[in-house]
């Protein structure tokens, strides 16, 4: 009886993804900082959002109850 760990099978190939020319190339510098920008972009939207909500618009949404 194998263990449930075992990784090779009688079914299993590996796979060597080197010879597969779309995981083999490189991504484009410019697209990975873009995704960087993009998400640095998200957080500050979202700590603006939290200044505005807990610190400028407190008094409206202490109103409201």
Known sequence: MRGAGS???A???S???ATSPLLASRT???RSRFVVLL???AFAL???RAVYVQIV???FYQAQG
């Open 7 to 9: 990784t090779r099978g």
């Open 11 to 13: 079914g299993v190939r």
């Open 15 to 17: 796979v060597n993804y």
């Open 28 to 30: 484009p510098p410019w």
């Open 39 to 41: 998400v640095a972009g």
């Open 46 to 48: 979202l700590l603006g």
């Open 57 to 59: 618009a407190a008094p």
